[in-house]
Structures are given as C-alpha cells and as structure tokens.
C-alpha cells in the first residue's frame, strides 16, 4: 500500500480512476498502479524537497497529473523531451499513459532529478532517461520528434535555449496559463506559433492553453 493506510489507497485509487475517466483516457490496472506509486512517492519527497505547492494528494493529482495528461491526445513521434521537468510532470504521467515512446526528462536541479530517478525506479517505466542539466546543455545524436514543456516562463527563451536539436521536424508543446502577444511576437525569427489550444480541464478550473511552435 506504499504510504497509504488500506481506506486511503482504494480511496485513491477510485479517485485515480474517476479523474482519468473523466480526462477521456483509459487505463490499465497496472497504469493505475504505476500512478499510486509515483504520486505516493512525490507525496513523500514533497515533506522534505517542496517539490510541489501543496500537500494535498487529490490537488496533486488534479492540478498536477491530470492536468499533464491533458496534452495526452497531442503527442507525436516516439521521442519525447520534456523540458525543465521538476517533480515529473508532464514527462511522467505521459510516459506512464505511452509506454511505445521514449521520454527524456530534463532538469538542472540535483534534488528534483534524484526524485525522477526514484519515481522511474519505483513506476518501473524503462522507457524513461533522466538527465541532471541544463536544457542548453542537453547533447544526444537522437531524432528528437516532439518537446513538452509545463514550466516555462518564456517562450523566446526557451526555444532560444533548445535551437541546438530541435529539427524542422520536431514539434515544441508548451502548457500556458494566459497566452500574451507580445511574448508571442517576440520568439526569435527562425520559430514559429503554428497553432494555439484551449485545454479543457474537468477536473480544475483554470485557464489553460497548450502552444504548439516549430522551427521554420
């Protein structure tokens, strides 16, 4: 039961389950599993590291998980960068959700990129690489087909800062709050926004919107 009293874990795993029946997405038992374990261990982690905002497991689940896996329906390709990844999400619910791709998660702090490395170890999700550094950093050989981001400040900076492997073929997936124009208007000339959507979210009421950019 990892952490969770019998009561809490069947609690749970009905609320795990209603949330990703509501999102659309259908799971196996075994998904179910993979997604107790993880959120188990965050909850864990978050007492010591702040890995998240709130110690509330279903706000976790609701404002975080679900919230990740509402780009779900969007992925292509069979490599899959998440970029500045922190406590896993988008990158890990997604991987749990498609176990056929390959997930790269990348971040530049030590004590979120230890817990990614547990959460793969304890979710058992081969299909997932962990890197400790900075994305303008980041070197691979590899064809990257698409790059998610949920936490980024800056869309000039954060294509700016993955310029060296994005192709003309990859896609860039970048989760947003408000959309403003101007941060628009000002990604560098060889990038463009080729298409805006408005995420809808049952499970929260936030305003949220999922950028799609390419390379020109």
């Given amino acids: ?7 809490t874990y069947l609690n749970l795993e009905s609320d795990v389950a209603d949330g990703l029946a509501s999102s659309g997405i259908r799971a196996t038992g075994a998904q179910i599993s993979q997604t107790i374990k993880y959120l188990s261990l965050l909850l864990k982690w978050n007492k010591s590291f702040n890995l998240v905002s709130t110690q509330d497991i279903n706000e976790i689940l609701r404002k975080h998980f679900l919230d990740s896996l509402s780009i779900n329906a969007y992925l292509s390709g069979s490599h899959i960068i998440d970029v500045g990844s922190g406590a896993g999400f988008p990158g890990i619910p997604l991987a749990i959700f498609n176990p056929d791709k390959q997930f790269t998660l990348i971040d530049s702090n030590g004590k979120k990129t230890r817990f990614l490395f547990q959460a793969k170890m304890i979710s058992e ?3 997932v690489e962990i890197k400790n550094c900075r994305v303008e950093h980041y070197q691979t050989e590899r064809q990257i ?40 208007r000002s990604m560098p000339d060889d990038f463009e926004v080729v298409d805006i959507k408005r995420l809808k979210l049952e499970s929260i009421n936030l305003e949220r919107h999922l950028i799609e950019i390419s390379r020109k």
């Fill in 1 to 7: 039961m990892n952490d969770f009293t019998k009561s």
């Fill in 125 to 127: 999700l081969s299909s």
């Fill in 145 to 184: 087909d698409m790059v998610v981001s949920r936490a980024v400040s800056n869309l000039a900076d954060l294509v700016a800062k993955l310029r060296h492997f994005v192709s003309k073929e990859s896609r860039i997936l970048v989760m947003k709050g408000i959309v403003l124009e101007k941060e628009i």
